[in-house]
């Protein structure tokens, strides 16, 4: 992984809804293969202030392994930081990317 920092500002958004209905198994794989066991079904709609169409793939599951969605979920470590307080997160892109943009 590349040790790298930059800050990438954004607006959360509303979403369709779809993350938290992920099935239980992808999420235990998506830990597995991540390390983020404590996962739980949902996620945070960012739109980046600067779209962008790089993504660094620290971890992914293809489509052939992912027996639960039809596409691909690739993801790049992160942190997400507010009022001074930062947690680590997995930023996500799916093969399908939803919005088709970046």
Known sequence: MNDKTETISGQTQDGIGDGKHWEPGLMQAIGERTGFRLLR???????????????????????????????????QLCSLSRNGRTVPALWMRTTTDHYRDH
């Open 41 to 75: 079904p949902g996620t945070l709609n960012i739109r980046v202030a600067e779209p962008r169409h790089d993504f660094r793939v620290d971890w992914q599951l293809d489509q052939a392994e992912n027996r639960w969605r039809h596409e691909g979920v690739k993801f």
